[in-house]
Nanobody
Framework: QVQLVEAGGGLVQAGGSLRLSCAVSGIISGSLYKINLMGWYRQAPGKLRELVARDSSIRGTTYADSVRGRFTLSRDLSKDTVDLQMNNLELEDTAVYYC??????????????WGQGTQVTVSS
């Protein structure tokens, strides 16, 4: 069963940095698959889930306007991982961050997967 395993998050003061990591697990060895999209979304209390940054195999990397210049998404295609380096964090960045991937597998077609979420709290 395919899962997204997240690491990182926590409590940091405004202006500080955090790094989130996400890895795809559970893909059957030797099976044909392709990760079309991989990245991070976030959801603050009382708000809808929103895109933070996402890497597409076709369109490259997209950032939300609110994080562009402060956050950097890096993806390792050989390891099926994606990291989000978050610098100069602001109070408004406080949210639960979710790893996301759209994966095409020969047996099942394209499927969206979500991680369990990791809390990022920025304090003043």
């Amino acid at each position: 069963q395919v899962q997204l395993v997240e690491a990182g998050g926590g409590l940091v003061q405004a202006g500080g940095s955090l790094r989130l990591s996400c890895a795809v697990s559970g893909i059957i060895s030797g099976s044909l698959y392709k990760i079309n999209l991989m990245g991070w979304y976030r959801q603050a209390p009382g708000k809808l889930r929103e895109l933070v940054a996402r890497d597409s195999s076709i369109r490259g990397t997209t950032y939300a306007d609110s994080v562009r210049g402060r956050f950097t998404l890096s993806r390792d295609l050989s390891k099926d991982t994606v990291d989000l380096q978050m610098n100069n964090l602001e109070l408004e960045d406080t949210a639960v961050y979710y790893c996301y991937a759209n994966i095409y597998q020969m047996a099942t077609g394209s499927t969206d997967y979500w991680g369990q979420g990791t809390q990022v709290t920025v304090s003043s």
